[in-house]
Structure formats: structure tokens, C-alpha cells
């Protein structure tokens, strides 16, 4: 058993926040996510109405991301919601919630390094690109994305499942991924893979990085462009790999703020989890013009004055 798992719920127990403070950090919270999800809505009804967008396979996966998003967040919200309200619920709604969420957070790096291997290939070669980047291989590349975190998030649940007593799934948790899996085997796989994640996205972003700012230098003001996006995607796979860290974090606030550790969490929440989230609405909702000329009307409510 993680032996850890016990001692940070212990110390969220003997410092449980104050009424006004825990109504402050959920207000927070909610306000930040139907923010998040509202843009985003906007973008995804966007993209669902304009053939221009549904039918590029740029703009296809930035949908995939921005659903991932949308998901994550909802669930993220959901969960730290039922902290503060339920503080424990059974075993078994922990784990379906913590499985899908994982998955959606879990997708976003991969998404991420595709993105980018997209814009390489439309700027350094592309007379290509209409032939190498085709819907279909879109849509197939999405499912290798699902498929690849699945190798990665379902050996939690069937390790779970394999060596957990019966008793277990029907027991109440303070509801975190420790806590619904638990078992030192898990921990090891989480950070086996974690690892393997950060060397090959990071390699594909530096990679495609520096191709397309080598082709900048004597190209054409969409190259520039992309190497920005470039720059705007490891930005925010730079905050979304914090999620890899957070387990290290986590282990040192405990150390250097017990008695702040609820404010720890708080913060390493609203860092790892819902700042990532905000970067996507930036990327393509302001800086895409298309985007941003069809998304400007629906987000100010004018839809009806067509």
C-alpha cells in the first residue's frame, strides 16, 4: 500500500479549511471553469458549423484537444466540488471519475505533439502536406492518441481490479488517484511512463521547433506564424507536464507548508489542471483568424443578427 496516500488525506482532515475560505477557492474555481467551458463551447460550435474548419485536419485536431479540455475540466471541477461537499465517496465512483479524467488529461500532450508535427509538415514540406496530412489519417492518428493512453491509464484499473480485496470498491475515499489506486506497482508504472511522455513529446517539439525557425529565416510570414504557435504549444505542454511533476510537488509542499497543505493543493490544482486549459482558447480563439471572426459573434451573443 502507498503509504503516503493515508498521510495526505490525514493532514487535509486536521487542516480542513474555513467556511469562508473554502466557499472563496470553490467560487474560484467554478467561476474559472464555466469561463474556460463557455469559450470553448464556442470554439466547438464554431468549428461544428464552418466547413472550413470541420474539413482541415489542423482544425480537427485542435477540436480533439479543446473536447479533451472540456472534459478535464468538467471533471477536475466535479471532483474538487465533491471534496468540499461529500469529502468521501465510494471507491468505485472514484475511480470511474479519476479513470476518464486521466484519460482526457493524459491525451492533451500527444494531441499537442501532433499538432505540431502538423504545422511542420504545411511549412518546411508543403507540397506534401495535402497528400500526408488527409482527414482520414486525422482521424486514424486520433484513435492511435486514445489508444496509446489506454495502454496507459487501464493497467491502473486492471492491477486494481487483480489485487484489491472485494471489500475495497465498497468503501468511501477522500476521492484522489492515490487513494482509488493505490497499490506501489501503480506508482511505479505512473512514473515509468510519465517519463517516457516528457523525452518523446518534448523531442518532437524541439525537433519541429527549430526545423520550422530554420525555415523561418528565409521564408514567408506563415512560417513565422507557426514557429510562434510552436512556441505557444511548448508553453503550454510545459504546463500541462507539470501534471508529470505534480506527485514530486505535492511530496515537497507536504514537507515545506504542512499546515498549509489544503492552500498547496489549491494551488497545484489551479496550476496543473486549469491553466493548461486556458492556453487553447488563446491559441486558435484569438490568434486564428478564422477563429476568431466567427467565434467573436457567438461569444457576444450576436448569433442572431445574422
Same mark, same amino acid.
Given at each position: 500500500?502507498?503509504?503516503? =496516500? /493515508?498521510?495526505?488525506?490525514?493532514? +487535509?482532515?486536521? *487542516?480542513?479549511?474555513?467556511?469562508?475560505?473554502?466557499?472563496?477557492?470553490?467560487?474560484?474555481?467554478?467561476?474559472?471553469?464555466?469561463?474556460?467551458?463557455?469559450? $470553448?463551447?464556442?470554439?466547438?460550435?464554431? &468549428?461544428?458549423?464552418?466547413?472550413?474548419?470541420?474539413?482541415?485536419?489542423?482544425?480537427?485536431?485542435?477540436?480533439?484537444? +479543446?473536447? *479533451?479540455? !472540456?472534459?478535464?475540466?468538467?471533471?477536475?471541477?466535479?471532483?474538487?466540488?465533491?471534496?468540499?461537499?461529500?469529502?468521501?465517496? *465510494?471507491?468505485?465512483?472514484?475511480?470511474?471519475?479519476?479513470?476518464?479524467?486521466?484519460? #482526457?488529461?493524459? *491525451?492533451?500532450?500527444?494531441?499537442? #505533439?501532433?499538432?505540431?508535427?502538423?504545422?511542420?509538415?504545411?511549412?518546411?514540406?508543403?507540397?506534401?502536406?495535402?497528400?500526408?496530412?488527409?482527414?482520414?489519417?486525422?482521424?486514424?492518428?486520433?484513435?492511435?492518441?486514445? !489508444?496509446?493512453?489506454?495502454?496507459?491509464?487501464? /493497467?491502473?484499473?486492471?492491477?486494481?481490479?487483480?489485487?484489491?480485496?472485494?471489500?475495497? &470498491?465498497?468503501?468511501?475515499?477522500?476521492?484522489?488517484?492515490?487513494?482509488?489506486?493505490? $497499490?506501489?506497482?501503480?506508482?511505479?508504472?505512473?512514473?515509468?511512463?510519465?517519463?517516457?511522455?516528457?523525452?518523446? +513529446?518534448?523531442?518532437?517539439?524541439?525537433?519541429?521547433? &527549430? !526545423?520550422?525557425? &530554420?525555415?523561418?529565416?528565409?521564408? $514567408?510570414?506563415?512560417?513565422?506564424?507557426?514557429?510562434?504557435?510552436?512556441?505557444?504549444?511548448?508553453?503550454?505542454?510545459?504546463?500541462?507536464?507539470?501534471?508529470? #511533476?505534480?506527485?514530486?510537488?505535492?511530496?515537497?509542499?507536504?514537507?515545506?507548508?504542512?499546515?498549509?497543505? =489544503?492552500?498547496?493543493?489549491?494551488?497545484?490544482?489551479?496550476?496543473?489542471?486549469?491553466? /493548461?486549459?486556458?492556453?487553447?482558447?488563446?491559441?486558435?480563439?484569438?490568434?486564428?483568424?478564422?477563429?476568431? !471572426?466567427?467565434?467573436?459573434?457567438?461569444?457576444?451573443?450576436?448569433?442572431?443578427?445574422?
Amino acid at each position: 500500500m502507498n503509504v503516503s =496516500s /493515508p498521510a495526505n488525506v490525514t493532514l +487535509v482532515i486536521e *487542516n480542513r479549511d474555513s467556511f469562508a475560505k473554502a466557499v472563496a477557492k470553490n467560487v474560484i474555481v467554478v467561476v474559472l471553469s464555466i469561463s474556460i467551458n463557455y469559450i $470553448n463551447a464556442g470554439l466547438i460550435r464554431t &468549428f461544428c458549423e464552418h466547413q472550413i474548419f470541420y474539413t482541415n485536419p489542423r482544425y480537427i485536431l485542435f477540436f480533439h484537444l +479543446v473536447v *479533451n479540455d !472540456m472534459i478535464q475540466v468538467t471533471l477536475t471541477v466535479t471532483l474538487f466540488l465533491i471534496s468540499y461537499i461529500l469529502f468521501k465517496i *465510494n471507491i468505485s465512483i472514484c475511480c470511474t471519475l479519476i479513470l476518464i479524467a486521466l484519460f #482526457a488529461t493524459e *491525451n492533451t500532450p500527444l494531441n499537442l #505533439a501532433c499538432m505540431a508535427v502538423e504545422c511542420y509538415i504545411a511549412i518546411c514540406i508543403p507540397l506534401r502536406h495535402v497528400q500526408i496530412c488527409t482527414i482520414r489519417r486525422t482521424l486514424i492518428l486520433i484513435g492511435l492518441i486514445w !489508444m496509446t493512453t489506454m495502454f496507459s491509464v487501464l /493497467p491502473d484499473l486492471i492491477i486494481t481490479l487483480a489485487l484489491e480485496p472485494l471489500e475495497y &470498491f465498497n468503501t468511501r475515499v477522500f476521492c484522489l488517484r492515490e487513494t482509488a489506486f493505490r $497499490n506501489p506497482i501503480i506508482v511505479k508504472k505512473r512514473d515509468f511512463t510519465y517519463v517516457a511522455y516528457l523525452i518523446i +513529446v518534448w523531442l518532437v517539439i524541439f525537433y519541429t521547433y &527549430f !526545423m520550422i525557425l &530554420f525555415t523561418a529565416k528565409k521564408a $514567408n510570414k506563415n512560417a513565422k506564424k507557426a514557429r510562434n504557435t510552436i512556441l505557444l504549444h511548448g508553453f503550454q505542454l510545459l504546463l500541462c507536464m507539470a501534471t508529470y #511533476a505534480e506527485p514530486l510537488l505535492k511530496q515537497a509542499l507536504q514537507q515545506w507548508f504542512p499546515q498549509n497543505y =489544503s492552500d498547496s493543493l489549491f494551488a497545484c490544482y489551479i496550476i496543473v489542471m486549469i491553466l /493548461p486549459r486556458s492556453i487553447s482558447p488563446i491559441i486558435y480563439g484569438i490568434r486564428d483568424k478564422a477563429f476568431r !471572426m466567427h467565434l467573436k459573434r457567438y461569444l457576444l451573443c450576436r448569433a442572431c443578427l445574422k
